[in-house]
């Protein structure tokens, strides 16, 4: 009993960081989404991943010196900075054409297709309760892009190609946990993002006569830089099983943040998608963690 009492209060830390890094990362996207229709993207991703490089660095280097840069697949390392690159692009293109609340809904079915790559790439058993969360979710997706509606746009697709992409991130991520320290797998994947990103940014560069804009693409970063952190922190306090369900807060950061910056509510329709992929994916990513199978993170903007 006594070993409880103690654990308990570094569980609810662990419970409150999660759900203050999920605030963080509904704040970037609700950035994102804002910076997205005046600023070139990949200007925007260089300023995203230039401050999680830097801050990194900054913060770890001096307190792990070398032993920060060792690592036994550097080639895994750059493309773990390629896929997460390719995804935030998606997702800066689908934020600039879709609400947020929706945005964030449509990502999270990632842990259910992660499940799904596991059992073909690690050869992992999907139970028929899995294969029907997998189903439940994919069907709010149906529900919430409602293909053949009149509100149905190309652009809706683009999550999709997102939750594809940083699903075999996650892969890799798992690949990578097993001998990787993931405050080095942190490091290199913010450098690697924004080296890519360097090379573009001659092309995408445009000055910016806003100060609004200037304070958002720091915030963006900050955001960005602190939710990672935070995460970090929080699966130290807490286990897995734990923390999973709360992942699922951020879709309601999203919504209340694409109420109080756009003034949009989602309509019936969507709400109803999004509450199948919150329920049905929170459920599937627990079973995923309490099955020890790919560790669950949120796709990143």
């Known amino acids: 009993m006594a070993g409880l009492a103690r654990t308990a209060p570094h569980a609810l830390t662990g419970i409150a960081l999660q759900v203050a890094a999920m605030a963080c990362f509904a704040l970037l996207d609700t950035t994102t989404k804002f910076i997205s229709a005046s600023v070139p993207v990949l200007m925007a991703l260089w300023f995203r991943y230039a401050f999680q490089a830097v801050a990194t660095t900054v913060a770890v280097l001096p307190v792990r010196g070398r032993s920060l840069l060792r690592t036994a697949h550097p080639r895994f390392q750059c493309l773990r900075g390629v896929l997460l690159l390719t995804s935030s692009m998606l997702a800066f293109f689908s934020l600039k054409y879709m609400p947020v609340g929706e945005f964030t809904a449509i990502v999270m079915i990632s842990p259910l297709v992660i499940t799904l790559l596991a059992s073909l790439t690690l050869g992992e058993r999907v139970s028929a309760l899995r294969w029907a969360l997998v189903i439940g979710g994919f069907l709010g997706t149906l529900i919430i892009i ?4 009149d509100t149905f746009d190309w652009t809706m697709l683009l999550p999709l ?7 075999w991130f996650q892969i890799l991520t798992s690949r990578l946990a097993r001998t990787e320290d993931p405050v080095t797998t942190h490091f290199y994947t913010g450098w690697v993002s924004m080296l890519i990103a360097s090379l573009a940014l001659p092309f ?9 804009l200037w304070g958002g693409l720091v915030l963006m ?3 960005g830089t602190v939710g990672h952190f935070m995460m970090i922190l929080a699966y130290g306090r807490a286990p897995a099983s734990t923390l999973t369900p709360f992942l699922y807060t951020q879709i309601g950061f999203a919504m209340i943040g694409g109420w109080l910056a756009f003034s949009h509510v989602p309509d019936r329709w969507s709400i109803l998608g999004i509450a199948l992929i919150a329920t049905c994916g929170a459920a599937g990513a627990w079973l995923s963690v309490r099955e020890t199978r790919v560790p669950v993170a949120p796709p990143e903007s």
């Open 221 to 223: 970063g900050v955001m």
């Open 161 to 167: 190609a997102l939750v594809a992409t940083h699903a």
């Open 204 to 212: 995408a560069w445009t000055w910016l006569d806003s100060w609004t």
């Open 146 to 149: 409602r293909p053949g509606d």
